[in-house]
Structures are given as structure tokens and as C-alpha cells.
């Protein structure tokens, strides 16, 4: 079964860079373009892994990690 990771970061080229790699390693990648974005995806799936940026607009990064 493949792992699943979900890529979040505010710029689309670092988000599809990302995601072309470690879907060529064999993960399933999701990506959410904010902290929001990737607190509402969490509703429904359950990543092995969340590579987030620390900088990024909207709700900061911390209140995002403390609600995951």
C-alpha cells in the first residue's frame, strides 16, 4: 500500500516540484496551498506524512501544527 503525504506550500512551483518527486519515489500525494486549506483536507484524509512550509499567508503555521 502506498504511503500518502500531503505537500503544503503557498507557491505552486514548489508544491509541483515536490509532488512530481515523490510521486516518482512511489508516495500518493495531496497538496493544500495554505495552512487552512491543509486543516480542512485532514477532514477526510489521514497522510503518513505532512511536509509543510513555515511561511506562509493566512492562519500561522504554529496555531496550524497545534491543531493537527
Same mark, same amino acid.
Given at each position: 500500500?502506498? $504511503? #500518502?503525504?500531503? =505537500? =503544503?506550500?503557498? /507557491?505552486?512551483? @514548489?508544491? %509541483?516540484? *515536490?509532488? +512530481?518527486?515523490?510521486?516518482? /519515489?512511489?508516495?500518493? *500525494? +495531496?497538496?493544500? *496551498? %495554505?495552512?487552512?486549506?491543509?486543516?480542512?483536507? !485532514?477532514?477526510?484524509?489521514? &497522510?503518513?506524512? @505532512? !511536509?509543510?512550509? #513555515?511561511?506562509? &499567508?493566512?492562519? &500561522?503555521?504554529?496555531?496550524? *501544527? $497545534?491543531? @493537527?
Amino acid at each position: 500500500m502506498k $504511503k #500518502t503525504i500531503l =505537500v =503544503v506550500d503557498d /507557491e505552486a512551483d @514548489i508544491r %509541483n516540484t *515536490v509532488k +512530481t518527486i515523490l510521486q516518482k /519515489e512511489g508516495f500518493s *500525494v +495531496t497538496t493544500a *496551498v %495554505n495552512g487552512d486549506d491543509c486543516l480542512q483536507k !485532514l477532514k477526510t484524509l489521514k &497522510p503518513d506524512l @505532512i !511536509l509543510m512550509d #513555515t511561511m506562509m &499567508p493566512g492562519t &500561522p503555521v504554529r496555531d496550524v *501544527v $497545534k491543531k @493537527i
